[in-house]
T-cell receptor, first 114, second 112 residues
Framework: NAGVTQTPKFRVLKTGQSMTLLCAQDMNHEYMYWYRQDPGMGLRLIHYSVGEGTTAKGEVPDGYNVSRLKKQNFLLGLESAAPSQTSVYFCASRRNLDRGTEAFFGQGTRLTVV | SQQGEEDPQALSIQEGENATMNCSYK?????LQWYRQNSGRGLVHLIL?????REKHSGRLRVTLDTSKKSSSLLITASRAADTASYFC????????????FGKGTRLSVIA
């Protein structure tokens, strides 16, 4: 049982390049989230999904797109990377909201845009 | 905007002392959770307290919730150097299918 796995762990991009971050969970969770973490800012929600085929915007969605074609995978895309997107990205998943459930996090992807 | 706001931003204590962190939030919630993050790692869930609960314990952790003041506190008793980490509160709002919203965290340093 791997939990939540993020790929890649590290990446350096040039401004204007594109990339996709992959998040995979093996717990059959309904909800999946993408956060970014910057120094002094805590975790800010980029996009989230409440089920296969559905996505929604979070607090800081601009410059990112997501897809949830399969229940176990949640992809985060950067179409044209900018230095402001240099950050650590975390994916999380949780079962559902019934009576509150804990979120499980991946180990993060450290992205640098130069 | 972020829901939770932890206080203090940073806390440094000696091993064996107790550490108290506070979290304030803005809207009505279903539950509040505390997470821990070791440097360079993902977050790990510590404890969840529901809106109809006032206090909860788990090992050396004690969490309180005051919904009238929209605040929660996390107490770590008899702290250890291994407790050094950042601690975040997160809330599930009552409005429905809302995502888990995190605060900015408290950075705890426990000095041996």
């Amino acid at each position: 049982n791997a939990g939540v796995t993020q790929t890649p762990k590290f990446r350096v991009l040039k401004t204007g390049q594109s990339m996709t971050l992959l998040c995979a969970q093996d717990m059959n969770h309904e909800y999946m989230y993408w956060y970014r973490q910057d120094p002094g800012m805590g975790l800010r929600l980029i996009h989230y999904s409440v089920g296969e085929g559905t996505t929604a915007k979070g607090e800081v969605p601009d410059g990112y797109n997501v897809s949830r074609l399969k229940k176990q995978n949640f992809l985060l895309g950067l179409e044209s990377a900018a230095p402001s997107q240099t950050s650590v990205y975390f994916c999380a998943s949780r079962r559902n909201l019934d009576r509150g459930t804990e979120a499980f996090f991946g180990q993060g992807t450290r992205l640098t845009v130069v | 905007s972020q829901q939770g706001e932890e206080d203090p931003q940073a806390l440094s204590i000696q091993e064996g002392e107790n550490a108290t962190m506070n979290c304030s939030y803005k809207t009505s919630i279903n539950n509040l959770q505390w997470y821990r993050q070791n440097s360079g790692r993902g977050l790990v869930h510590l404890i969840l307290i529901r809106s109809n609960e006032r206090e909860k314990h788990s090992g050396r952790l004690r969490v309180t919730l005051d919904t009238s003041k929209k605040s929660s506190s996390l107490l770590i008793t008899a702290s250890r150097a291994a407790d050094t980490a950042s601690y975040f509160c997160a809330t599930d709002e009552q409005s429905g299918n809302t995502p888990l919203v995190f605060g900015k965290g408290t950075r705890l340093s426990v000095i041996a």
